[in-house]
C-alpha cells in the first residue's frame, strides 16, 4: 500500500499567491494531522483532524486552513502565503478508534518556499 | 501542557561505537513517549514508544529506550551504530489517553543529528 502521499514534492511560491498542499492516506485512519519541520523547532502541528467532518487548531495555526470532507483526504490551504511559511510541511494519520495509542504514520513531505 | 528538551543538536559518533541520545519532556500528567527516526529527505518512522509498563523499551534496528519517571527523560541508545543509522532523531510526548483524549497529539523536541563516521 501506498501509506500516505503529499503533493506538490516541492513549489516556489509568491507570497500572497494561495495554495493548497494535498494529502491522501488509504489506510483508513480516522486522524489526520498536518505539521511544519523547521530547522532548529522540531514538528510543530499546525490542524488536526479527529474524524471525517471535524478539525481542530494546534500549536501554529494562523495563516492556514484545513478540511475533512472525508476519510483519505486532509488538504493544508494557504490562502495568502508569507515568507515565513517557508518550512517543509508533513502529513500523518492515526487509527485511535481502537482505544489504544497508535503511531502516527508520516507522509513524505512537501518542501515549500514563499518569496 | 507537555514540552520535551533534546539538549544535543549534534551527536557525532564513530562506527560500531555506542550512542544515547538524550531526551527530557515536562508534563503535569501522565504522558505516552517516542523516539522518531527521518533519514535524509524522507518522512517520519516510528523507532519505539513507550505507553505502560516495562520502563525499557526495545525499537527497530537495535535502539531501545529506558523511561525514567523521577528524572523525566526517555534517552535513547544504542551498543554499536551503523553508518546507515545516520539521520535525525526526535524525542515526542504526548498527554496519555485519559487526558488527551482521542487524538494523539504530539509535542516534538527540535531533534538530534546522528552523524556516524567510519
Known amino acids: 500500500t501506498a501509506g500516505i502521499t503529499q503533493a506538490p514534492t516541492s513549489q516556489i511560491l509568491a507570497a500572497g499567491r494561495s495554495m493548497t498542499l494535498r494529502c491522501t492516506q488509504d489506510?483508513?485512519?480516522?486522524?489526520m494531522y498536518w505539521y511544519r519541520q523547521d530547522l532548529g523547532l522540531g514538528l510543530r502541528l499546525i490542524h488536526y483532524s479527529n474524524t471525517a467532518g471535524t478539525t481542530g487548531k494546534g500549536e501554529v495555526p494562523d495563516g492556514y486552513s484545513v478540511s475533512r470532507a472525508n476519510t483519505d483526504d486532509f488538504p493544508l490551504t494557504l490562502a495568502s502565503a508569507v515568507p515565513s511559511q517557508t518550512s517543509v510541511y508533513f502529513c500523518?494519520?492515526?487509527?485511535?478508534?481502537?482505544?489504544?495509542?497508535?503511531?502516527?504514520?508520516f507522509g513524505p513531505g512537501t518542501r515549500l518556499t514563499v518569496l | 501542557a507537555q514540552s520535551v528538551t533534546q539538549l544535543d543538536s549534534q551527536v557525532p559518533v564513530f562506527e560500531e561505537a555506542p550512542v544515547e541520545l538524550r531526551c527530557n519532556y515536562s508534563?503535569?500528567?501522565?504522558?505516552?513517549l517516542f523516539w522518531y527516526v527521518q533519514y535524509p529527505n524522507q518522512g517520519l518512522q516510528l523507532l519505539l514508544k513507550?505507553?505502560?509498563?516495562?520502563?525499557l523499551v526495545k525499537g527497530i534496528n537495535g535502539f531501545e529506550a529506558e523511561f525514567n519517571k523521577s528524572q523525566t527523560s526517555f534517552h535513547l541508545r544504542k551498543p554499536s551504530v551503523h553508518i546507515s543509522d545516520t539521520a535525525e532523531y526526535f524525542c515526542a510526548v504526548s498527554p496519555s489517553l485519559f487526558y488527551g483524549g482521542a487524538t494523539n497529539k504530539l509535542i516534538f523536541g527540535t531533534g538530534t543529528l546522528l552523524a556516524v563516521q567510519p
Open positions: 508534563s503535569s500528567v501522565s504522558v505516552y
Open positions: 513507550y505507553l505502560s509498563g516495562s520502563t
Open positions: 489506510m483508513r485512519h480516522n486522524a
Open positions: 500523518a494519520s492515526s487509527d485511535s478508534r481502537a482505544g489504544a495509542y497508535n503511531e502516527q504514520f
